[in-house]
């Protein structure tokens, strides 16, 4: 059976006639094929961007790529080459332009896509097609202006094997079985596709696809809450990605809503704190601890992280008190905050505490052990909802960490992983994403962040800019800006497409940190 991307189609929402022609692929073509299905493109034509996809790219490590173009419905009409689909089904459907067209559009779009890339000319055969899997089609040479052999119908849905040989003996010509292609350039080809793929996922391609998902998990997640509903004190221990976060605001949510009571939202993070305060309603206190102490202590300044030692014995007289309080990111928690958060309840016993943490994302020796004071094990979630499953493998087998985690089945693409040799050769590199990101692709800005040790430090040694692009650790006003923050300010955050610049003595904890924050596309930038 041949390679498939994606593994598994049916999260892309295909047509009818989509999904057959990829199961027929897979089934009639060998396993040294690799076949993806909707690949985007972007081409500049008289001074406007021109989007368009290739319904299939199917590549071959002997002979090179074909590009196919498939029409459903029960027939097709041309008339003064406006073309139509018929349907009985949906009615009538006019077609922008040829199929054929569209699909030679695709193939000449990624064969100079290589050129430009490499700046050498494809050796391999480039060729185009299209499938019309539902009926059968007459007059195919006239219907088309081209060789019998372009076209697929139902009557060759049975044979798709020898019909794609054929295409790619046509297209090869008097060179067809002695053109050398090189592995090499099949490699370098494959790594044109999933670029596209990368830049398509960078740009929210997947987010309507992943969005259909998230409405399954909702449900999940509602049932979790429902099953904790009358647990007054629990822990849940999930991996990055699982859901914690939202299933703590969910429920926070759900306490001040219900009730009269007092609720209570912390976290040890500032830029966690911010997003979670921006989402939920103002009934509910959303705190970082560095603002908490100073709202609550009498010496806050005598205290210090990560472990605010004695902190409780600095406690003003009239604090609030909660009925209910929900931690997120609480591996983040010593022990003298975990008793913090305790006194700061109505009844220690009684009143209502959801601890949420991952044993994994720990960045300091200690924790808060046993110091919240609740009997029962933890509920574990162990379905990642965040990222993609390439991102979330990626991070896996580069760290050995978090593998109890059962991965997303939205691929999207792989990580991209390079060297960087000094400074230099970074900014170039991030200059030259920027433009192609930012710029070409017309990523939005907020999408994309940059994730480093030191973010002033980063900043700081690129004056503050780079390229048109200014480097941001918080929005100014959002124009050109790319926003910078360290790893460990950004845990429990995400962004469509993370950047990570580290060094190679990073250690693994930090790294599955990083890696888990990106949803769709993560570059790595390592320096020497």
Known sequence: MAIMYPKNIAQYAPTESEQI????????????????????????????????????????????????????????????????????????????????EQAEASMYFFMNAYANEYSIDYQGIYGAGVIFPF??????????????????????????????????KFWGGSSYGFRIYEKNQHKTFLEIIRKRIAIDAAAGALVKHKERQLDVINRVQDGYIYFLSNIRQFYVRGGAGTGKTWIAMKMAEIEAENSTEKVMFLCASSHLAAMVRGRLSDKIDVFDLTTLIRKISSNPDGYHAPKYEGIVDSLKEDIDKYDAIFIDEAQDFSEDLAFLTKSMLKDEHESRLGVFYDDVQVVRDDSFGGAFMISTPPFLLHENIRNTSNIYRWAMDNTDLGTDVIVNPVEGPWPISENMNDAKHLVHRLENMFKKFLGDENLQCSSMVILVENADAFIQSFNGAIAKWKIVKDYLDGVDEVKVSSVEDFKGLEADMIVYVHSKSTTDNMNYIAYTRARYYLIELIMK
């Open 21 to 100: 022609v990829y199961y027929e692929l897979k089934r009639q073509l060998p396993d040294s094929f690799e076949i993806f299905y909707s690949v985007s493109w972007t081409l500049k034509k008289n001074g406007k961007k021109e989007k368009s996809e290739a319904d299939f790219v199917v590549v071959s490590p002997n002979y090179g790529f074909l590009c196919l173009e498939v029409k459903g419905g029960n027939g097709i009409r041309v008339e003064d080459n406006q073309w139509t689909i018929l349907d009985n089904i949906y009615g009538e459907r006019k077609l922008n332009r040829s199929p054929y």
């Open 135 to 168: 009926y059968a089609v007459n007059d195919k040479e006239k219907l088309s202006n081209r060789p019998e052999v372009c076209t697929i119908d139902s009557t060759g849905l049975n044979e798709l094997f020898d019909r794609i040989k054929k295409l790619f």
